[in-house]
């Protein structure tokens, strides 16, 4: 036998396995033919190569994944580093409740190394959702408000609520109420007394007006009447401003500051002019990414300033991002004899905090 040859046993058994051929008995034999064992083994061989290819797609694909993606039950890991992505992906989670099934290969749950403190209605949500941008930062997507309200449930419950993220990144949660809520500083030092500070802080008058929209429009959405600015920020008897109006309250800086310098030192506040944040955020996150340590990722080309809102968003591919609709409302004038009170009566409180904090604001109401 001819090397190469396949013994006709061998041929004879293959053929056996392979389905029939319908040929008509009578019909003459063509030498040059198909024989009908042939004719019948293409289909079979393609199938074969199809299901090859199918194969190779797969291993190639579970390989590629192997690298990038990575199944580890319960949880799906992902390499992708674009932040719109890693927003949406979080976002997922956020809706989850922080108890999502998304999250990177070689993450986890951090506690917070640094928190955005306050002041409420001074750009806070603007400022950490700008800082997300850089990826050496992970944010919280709502605000937590562990240290005013959830206390009792305990730093694990705290640290379930963050989201994932590698060893080398900054994980930021931001509670606003935390600047003025009284046991606030002292919980905070018991979770870490290294924690980075981040306060956040505008003109006082625009801080409280805005304070004001925005605990009318909550009364609002719950069919209450609204009441004027001036009625509020005005005591009715005396016609000085009113103390124990909360909107007063907040903004009254340094009286919140102090409290805070207590347990920490000035060193681990940066504090953020709320002001430049809406003309030119780009510089207050510079500043932000070097009190951090981090390099600077969030620059000028990242914004795109969007004229019906009247606010920079952030532009990422070719879709731009702006904060939502309830940010940046409209303020109404305020009447000149209130405007007067109040400049006068937050004056000594503003002189007193740039003298704590070694630094001036260039706030528009001033005297
Ligand atoms: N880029 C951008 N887009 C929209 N809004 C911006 C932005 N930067 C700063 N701001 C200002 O943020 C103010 C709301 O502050 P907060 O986010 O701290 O409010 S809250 O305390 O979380 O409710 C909000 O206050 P109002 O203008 O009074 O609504 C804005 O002035």
Redesign the pocket.
């Known amino acids: 036998m001819k090397t190469g040859m396949k013994p006709a046993a061998d041929s004879a058994h293959k053929y056996q396995r392979l389905p029939k051929v319908h040929t008509t008995h009578n019909a003459p034999t063509d030498p040059t033919s198909t024989p009908p064992g042939q004719a019948s083994r293409c289909p079979k061989l393609s199938r074969y190569k199809r299901i090859g290819a199918v194969f190779l797609v797969v291993v190639t694909l579970v390989l590629m994944g192997v690298t990038c993606l990575q199944w580890r039950q319960p949880y799906m890991a992902s390499c992708l580093q674009d932040p719109v992505v890693r927003d949406a992906l979080m976002a997922h989670e956020t809706r989850k409740g922080g108890m999502g099934h998304l999250r990177y290969s070689h993450t986890k749950r951090r506690l917070p190394q640094c928190l955005i403190i306050?002041?409420?209605?001074?750009?806070?949500?603007?400022?950490?959702?700008?800082l997300n941008l850089h990826t050496q930062i992970q944010t919280a997507g709502r605000?937590i408000h562990f240290f005013d309200k959830h206390y009792e449930q305990g730093l694990e419950w705290y640290r379930k609520q963050m989201p994932f993220s590698f060893k080398d990144q900054i994980t930021i949660e931001?509670s606003?109420a935390y600047f003025v809520e009284q046991d606030v500083p002292g919980r905070v030092y018991a979770m870490n007394q290294t924690v980075k500070l981040l306060l956040?802080i505008?003109d006082p008058i625009?801080?409280t007006?805005?304070?004001y929209?925005?605990i009318m429009d909550n009364k609002l959405k719950r069919q209450k009447s609204v009441i004027p600015f001036e009625k509020l920020v005005l005591d009715e008897e005396t016609y000085e401003i009113n103390r124990s109006y909360t909107a007063i309250k907040r903004s009254i800086y340094v009286r919140h500051l102090q409290r805070w310098l207590q347990y920490f030192p000035r060193s681990q506040f940066h504090i953020v002019d709320?002001d430049n944040?809406?003309t030119r955020?780009w510089e207050e996150l510079s500043k932000v990414e070097n009190f951090l340590g981090l390099d600077h990722q969030i620059t000028h080309d990242r914004f795109t300033f969007?004229t019906s809102?009247?606010?920079?968003?952030f532009r990422s591919a070719q879709t731009e991002h702006?904060?939502?609709e309830?940010?940046?409302?409209?303020?109404p004038v305020i009447d000149p004899y209130t405007l007067k009170k109040l400049k006068e009566f937050f004056t000594p409180f503003n002189e007193k905090l740039f003298d704590r904090v070694g630094r001036k604001f260039n706030w528009r109401h001033w005297m």
């Open positions: 306050g002041a409420r209605k001074a750009g806070t949500r603007a400022l950490l959702y700008f605000e931001k606003p956040i505008r625009d801080r007006m805005s304070d929209l925005q709320g944040m809406i955020p969007n809102r009247g606010f920079f968003c702006c904060l939502a309830g940010k940046g409302r409209p303020h």
